[in-house]
C-alpha cells in the first residue's frame, strides 16, 4: 500500500490560535503578577499576625493599620483577579466566530471515506469475480469428460456420491467468512476515528 499522506488541514485555524494565544498571553501576565503580589501580601499578612501576638500597645496600633492596608490591597487584588477572569470569558467569546470561520476553510471534506470503501468493494468483487470466471471456464471445459464417466449409471451404482461431488462448486474461489459483512459501518466508523476495529487480522502479504 502506497504511503498515505493527508494534507495540513487546518493553517487557517492555526493562525487565528496564533493570534489568540498572543492576547491570551498578555491576560496571563497580569494574571502572575497578580497572583505574585497576592502571595506577598499573604506573607506579609501571616508575619504581620505573628508579631501582632507578642506585641505592646504601640506596636499593636501599628500592626493593626499595618494589616487594615494589606487586607485592602488583597480586596483590590481579588477584584482585578475576577475582572481579569471576566476579560478572559469575554476575550475567548471574541475567537468563538473566528475559530468557527477557520474551520469552516478546512480542506477536511476532500477525505472520503464511502469513497474508499466503495473503490475497495468494486476492485476486491472484480477481483474475485475475475477469478471464479476463470476458474468456471476451465472447469466447463472438462465437465462433459467428468460427467460422462461420474454420472454414468453403473458408476453411480458403486459411487453414488459421484452425482453430487466433483461440481463447479468444488472448484470456485474459497470463501471462509462467517460474519454476514466482509466489513461492517461500525468498523469503517472505528477506522474513521483513527483506529483499527479490534480483532482485525494483518494478513502475512500485507505490510
Avoid at 500500500?1 to 493570534?19: G, H, S
Avoid at 476575550?91 to 473503490?119: C, D, F, G, H, N
Wanted: hydrophobic fraction near 35%; aromatic fraction near 10%; proline fraction near 4%.
Amino acid at each position: 500500500m502506497t504511503e498515505i499522506k493527508v494534507k495540513p488541514l487546518f493553517k487557517e485555524a492555526e493562525k487565528v490560535i496564533a493570534d489568540y494565544k498572543e492576547e491570551a498571553k498578555k491576560l496571563d501576565n497580569q494574571e502572575r503578577e497578580l497572583e505574585a503580589e497576592s502571595s506577598v501580601l499573604h506573607e506579609e499578612m501571616t508575619a504581620n499576625l505573628t508579631e501582632q501576638e507578642n506585641a505592646d500597645v504601640g506596636t499593636l496600633v501599628y500592626l493593626k493599620i499595618q494589616a487594615k492596608e494589606i487586607n485592602q490591597k488583597a480586596e483590590i487584588i481579588a477584584v482585578l483577579l475576577e475582572e481579569l477572569k471576566q476579560e478572559r470569558t469575554q476575550l475567548k467569546l471574541k475567537y468563538v466566530p473566528l475559530y468557527r470561520q477557520a474551520l469552516a476553510k478546512s480542506p477536511y471534506p476532500e477525505y472520503e471515506a464511502t469513497e474508499i470503501v466503495e473503490r475497495y468493494k468494486y476492485q476486491m468483487l472484480k477481483e474475485i469475480s475475475e477469478i471464479g470466471k476463470q476458474m468456471r471456464t476451465q472447469y466447463y471445459e472438462i465437465a462433459p469428460d467428468l460427467e460422462e464417466i461420474f454420472h454414468d449409471k453403473g458408476v453411480l451404482e458403486q459411487f453414488p456420491r459421484l452425482a453430487y461431488t466433483h461440481t463447479y462448486d468444488s472448484y470456485k474461489p474459497k470463501f471462509n467468512w462467517f460474519n454476514n459483512s466482509v466489513i461492517s459501518k461500525s468498523d469503517v466508523l472505528t477506522a474513521c476515528d483513527g483506529s483499527l476495529p479490534q480483532g482485525l487480522k494483518q494478513p502475512k502479504d500485507v505490510k
